[in-house]
């Protein structure tokens, strides 16, 4: 008669698996708590304790540790040595391990650091040319295949590698807390990453790619839901990613930001969401066609007309998008890509592969407006400080060098990824143009000379924000305050590599 391991912390999948094995006339093996659930459906089992004949000890933290456990399961039947062993051991082989571990990663503790769940793991699937072991509930429904005999070799290989996985993830967690936590740099750090997805191709269509997340973890990008359109490429992640992350900042007014190669190149906050969009579009429409839009709210109809109103965009993402307005987008535009996302921007760190390792780093964090200091005698206005906020958060989200020109709350325009910084203000400049008058701007690091200041000054920025820290510091503010306009001291540098 065919065996049955199970040991669940959460309860909820128990009845699914117990009771199509206690039907198909599988002998159920438990341990205390699983039991105890099983005793409550009706479920005949065997406690673990008449397995070994030892009770559980230690509060627990010895229940399934012994050989009368772990050799039915480990045992190779086609050994003939092993078959003796446990036949004169009286033990019978256990066919089917279902283990649902301690929740370590939810509430970090030496109490949940599971031992017996992970060996019990570990085990079955080592035995994968025999043993069967289930540890995500997503797979439960598996045991009616399990019961028919329909679980092939390469199937119980796969659940074996998601078994390891798991394992893998779960020490990684413990490894993680006890060398420091997540909020500093851990030694050591693990990152088991399972794949959730492969892309189209790469950076390139000659390039493959593919999209990982941590193992039993499900957000941002791995639980995103996209509709309608090819399969997203590399790209069209990474893109969407950047579009992503730079509206959550700019929120909790409706905004609406636009990316091409990872680099914004249109942003803004307005009373509604379609306002927002229409502005960020103008900020530079010929960059715009093909780009990426994120927008900070629901993607409804009114939202869908000002999108259909101008160039496609490959990618559109909103926190939540409208049956309507999907239908009416894809309706004329069947290729464009609709994400619903939900950015979390509480990441402990942020990971960049070197040659030979990854980098690591804290995420940048932004400061709060009323951090930025004022240090020239003109006032900005209200409209001013607004414009020059949205310049910093753009800026800050766009690689260095970076300088951003902002007015009436959209970007007007981007100078990015230059060696020095005045070229970025004659970039960002010459696609503002007259734009520029009036505006606000900001830098992502100090101004190392004045030019890139007299640059914006020239151009009828009347207002601008940028961090210290130059040699020249004295000389810049001397500039701003013999042009007449406002200097806003931001307390750090925001480099983006």
Excluded at 120 to 126: E, G, N
Excluded at 424 to 430: F, I, M, P, Q
Aim: glycine fraction near 10%.
């Amino acid at each position: 008669m065919a065996r049955a391991l199970i040991s669940l912390y959460d309860k909820a999948g128990l009845e699914r698996v117990a009771r199509p094995l206690h039907a198909a006339g599988w002998r159920i093996v438990a341990s205390g708590g699983t039991g105890e659930a099983l005793r409550g459906l009706g479920v005949p089992f065997e406690p673990v304790e008449e397995l070994t004949g030892f009770a559980s000890m230690l509060d627990g933290r010895v229940k399934t540790l012994h050989p009368a456990v772990f050799g039915p399961i480990l045992a190779d039947l086609e050994r003939p040595h092993h078959a003796t062993t446990l036949e004169e051991a009286g033990w019978e082989p256990i066919d089917l391990v279902v283990v649902g571990l301690y929740p370590f990663a939810s509430d970090p503790s030496v109490d949940l650091i599971d031992i017996g769940g992970p060996s019990l793991v570990r085990a079955a699937a080592k035995s994968a040319d025999r043993v069967t072991v289930l540890v995500d509930p997503a797979d439960f429904g598996l045991v009616d295949e399990v019961i028919a005999g329909n679980v092939d070799r390469p199937l119980r290989r796969r659940l074996a590698a998601k078994a390891f996985a798991t394992t893998s993830a779960y020490d990684a967690a413990v490894a993680t807390w006890l060398g420091g936590g997540e909020g500093s740099l851990p030694d050591p750090l693990v990152l088991p990453l399972e794949r959730v997805a492969v892309t189209r191709y790469g950076e390139n269509p000659h390039q493959r790619g593919a999209l990982y997340a941590p193992i039993g973890t499900r957000r941002g990008f791995a639980e995103a839901r996209w509709h309608g359109g090819l399969e997203p490429s590399w790209l069209n992640i990474a893109d969407a990613d950047a579009a992503a992350r730079l509206v959550a900042r700019l929120g909790p007014e409706p905004a609406a930001v636009v990316v091409k190669h990872a680099g914004p190149c249109g942003a803004a906050v307005a009373p509604t969401l379609a306002e927002a969009y229409e502005l960020a579009f103008a900020g530079d429409p010929v960059s715009a066609f093909g780009g990426v839009v994120a927008l900070g709210g629901v993607l409804d109809v009114a939202v869908a007309e000002a999108l259909l109103a101008h160039p496609k965009a490959d990618v559109i993402v909103a926190t939540a998008i409208d049956d309507d307005a999907a239908q009416a987008l894809l309706a004329r535009r069947p290729k464009t890509r609709l994400v619903e996302l939900a950015i979390d921007r509480d990441e402990p760190w942020w990971v960049r592969s070197v040659a030979g390792g990854v980098l690591v780093q804290e995420p940048d964090q932004l400061e709060e407006p009323t951090d930025l200091e004022l240090v020239t005698s003109r006032v900005p206005t209200d409209e001013e400080r607004r414009d020059a906020w949205i310049a910093h958060v753009v800026c800050a989200s766009t690689q260095s060098n970076a300088v951003v020109i902002a007015r009436q709350g959209a970007v007007v325009g981007v100078g990015q990824g230059q060696p020095s910084r005045v070229d970025a203000a004659r970039l960002a400049v010459g696609r503002a143009g007259a734009r520029a008058q009036g505006g606000a701007a900001a830098s992502d690091a100090f101004f190392p000379f004045p030019d890139g200041l007299e640059t914006l000054i020239d151009a009828g920025v009347t207002c601008v924000v940028a961090p210290a820290g130059s040699v020249r510091d004295d000389e810049i503010r001397a500039v701003a305050e013999g042009r007449g306009v406002s200097l806003l001291v931001a307390p750090r540098r925001h480099f983006r590599h």
